[in-house]
């Protein structure tokens, strides 16, 4: 039973690279979120999806995107990463939206030298 | 803009302390207000406060919303060195949203 899990857990990229963290659950979850934790600033959501084949803007898109094609996996990607993006990741997912509570993963900490 | 703030930002107490956390928020169309947990981590799950439900308590752990207020306060009586962690409030906001608000977070040190 892994409940959310995200890969890789560690990442060190360079300015204008790409890549893409995976977000997988197991829970059946309709409902699965991205959001990055900077220190002092608490969790700011990226995108979202409500089910499989929808996606949406959160509240710090920019830079970012995303795809549902599988109701399991939510991929987070940066097309050309930049400094501002060296955070800490947090996928998420609930089922039945947050009326219930968010499941984390162990998040992805990313840095963009 | 949904707006959620937390304070203080930081605390420092002795085990067997008490500490209260502080949320307030400023949101269009409240729906519940969510607590959790950071230690090394993942975030895991405290309390959910509604409007039906204001009050929750479990252990030595306790959290009351004050709707007239706008804001909710977190308890931890008897504080041990296991309690220290990051503490996170959330709201869930917004016309049909289906996505939490998060305050700044207070990390909590219990010293010995």
């Known amino acids: 039973n892994a409940g959310v899990t995200q890969t890789p857990k560690f990442r060190v990229l360079k300015t204008g690279q790409s890549m893409t963290l995976l977000c997988a659950q197991d829970?059946?979850?309709?409902?699965m979120y991205w959001y990055r934790q900077d220190p002092g600033m608490g969790l700011r959501l990226i995108h979202y999806s409500v089910g499989e084949g929808t996606t949406a803007k959160g509240e710090v898109p920019d830079g970012y995107n995303v795809s549902r094609l599988k109701k399991q996996n939510f991929l987070l990607g940066l097309e050309s990463a930049a400094p501002s993006q060296t955070s800490v990741y947090f996928c998420?997912?609930?089922?039945?939206?947050?009326?219930?509570?968010?499941?984390f993963g162990e998040g992805s900490r990313l840095t963009v030298l | 803009e949904d707006k959620v703030v937390q304070s203080p930002l930081s605390l420092v107490v002795h085990e067997g302390d008490t500490v209260t956390l502080n949320c307030s928020y400023e949101?269009?169309?409240?729906?519940?207000l969510l607590w959790y947990k950071q230690e090394k981590k993942a975030p895991t799950f405290l309390f959910m406060l509604t409007s039906s439900g204001i009050e929750k308590k479990s252990g030595r752990l306790s959290s009351i919303l004050d709707k007239k207020e706008l804001s909710s306060i977190l308890n931890i009586t008897a504080t041990q060195t296991g309690d220290s962690a990051i503490y996170l409030c959330a709201v869930e906001a917004g016309r049909g949203a289906q996505k939490l608000v998060f305050g700044q977070g207070t990390r909590l040190t219990i010293n010995p």
């Open positions: 829970m059946n979850h309709e409902y």
């Open positions: 998420a997912s609930t089922l039945d939206g947050v009326t219930g509570e968010l499941f």
């Open positions: 949101v269009t169309n409240f729906r519940s």
